[in-house]
């Protein structure tokens, strides 16, 4: 029995639970019994209002990190999407019914008190989105390959208009920051051809790929992390990354987490809004803040971001005044 509790904790992170306690066999004493317990998943916590800090000083900073959820240990875990070195993005995958789209509604609550624009594409039809519309610098809610491609080209543009005024000598933090969303990355440009979704698809692996420095930054969710729901360097690009429930689905969560790092697999599907998170570290258990519809209501009219035709205009004059 001895040698069975010294392996305990090897066989805690063999089969990726919370602990192993191992104790006498009533019944035999040349045996002994071994309980697996489960992951210990945080507890479910309401979104802090409290920590927007609507004290009548809106709009807040942009770069100060979003509430996501809480931990085991109930403490708070937040998400900074954008810092002094500009935006980033977040890769969100979990089996459907998940909390895919609540964790995208919890960041937009976050979101919604600061300066920054938001962009949503939500090829699923935009239920979530017409809740934000008012506060939304503009939406595509259905998987129309036209419109879609037409937002991503806008939004690239303006991102190859901010490379070229860091090329004079700008720098990110001038960028108003930018924030784009897509609800369901498989059904993007769902409706079209499949020219039109590998355009869809470049498109987004560009805004990825330049976002960081241009100051915009990524929230993406997929129910399938496989290389044909999601581009392989999209995925490889996103710098923060939550693992949903991906009951046993071991290489669903490696791709999101890293190899090796089978967590998500343990979680059921039953375990709504838990899910592990990481920037490249050791994954982290949260359970993601819930939001509901009355909060949505309350903070869709707290804050403001600027319309594309603004932003492209703003850098345009920053580039006019390095080049002259
Ligand atoms: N963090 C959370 N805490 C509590 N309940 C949640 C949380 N996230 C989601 N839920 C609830 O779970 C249900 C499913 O969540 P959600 O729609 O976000 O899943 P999804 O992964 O987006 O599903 P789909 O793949 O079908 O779009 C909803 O009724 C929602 O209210
Ligand atoms: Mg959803």
Redesign the pocket.
């Known amino acids: 029995m001895a040698d069975v509790e010294r392996a305990s904790p090897s066989l805690a992170s063999v089969f990726g639970c919370a602990r192993v306690e191992v104790e006498h066999d009533a019944s035999r004493s040349d045996r002994c019994v071994v309980v697996f317990h489960r992951l210990r998943l945080p507890a479910?916590?309401p979104f802090p209002v409290e920590a927007l800090a609507l004290d009548g000083l809106l709009p807040q900073s942009s770069t100060m990190p979003l509430p996501l959820?809480v931990d085991a240990n109930g403490d708070a875990v937040a998400l900074p999407l954008f810092t002094s070195v500009g935006g980033t993005t977040l890769l969100?995958g979990?089996?459907?019914?998940?909390?895919?789209?609540?964790?995208?509604?919890?960041l937009l609550c976050g979101l919604a008190p600061t300066t920054a624009s938001v962009f949503v594409v939500d090829p699923?039809g935009g239920a979530?989105a017409s809740r934000w519309s008012s506060r939304l610098s503009a939406v595509v809610a259905d998987a129309d390959p036209g419109r879609t491609c037409d937002l991503l080209g806008e939004l690239l543009a303006l991102v190859v208009r901010r490379g070229e005024v860091l090329g004079a000598g700008g720098v990110t933090t001038m960028f108003p920051p930018v924030v784009l969303v897509c609800?369901?990355l498989a059904e993007l440009a769902a409706a079209g051809t499949s020219k039109q979704q590998d355009d869809a698809r470049s498109l987004l692996r560009r805004l990825v790929a330049l976002g960081r420095k241009t100051n915009l930054s990524c929230i993406l969710?997929t129910?399938r992390t496989t290389s044909t729901s999601i581009d392989v360097t999209t995925r490889s690009l996103a710098g923060w990354r939550l693992a949903?429930p991906h009951p046993d689905d071991a290489s669903g969560s490696e791709a999101l987490l890293g190899p090796g790092r089978r967590q998500a697999a343990d979680l059921s599907r039953d375990d709504?809004?838990?899910g592990f998170l990481t920037n490249g570290g050791p994954p982290r258990l949260i359970?993601?803040?819930?939001?509901t519809d009355q909060l949505v209501e309350a903070l869709r009219t707290t804050g403001s971001g600027l319309g594309l035709c603004e932003l492209m205009h703003l850098d345009s004059v920053a580039l006019r005044e390095l080049t002259s």
Do not use: M, N, Y
């Open positions: 479910f916590a959820g969100v979990g089996i459907p019914g998940t909390g895919k789209t609540g964790a995208v509604r919890t699923t979530e609800d369901e969710a129910q949903l709504v809004g838990a359970r993601v803040f819930e939001s």
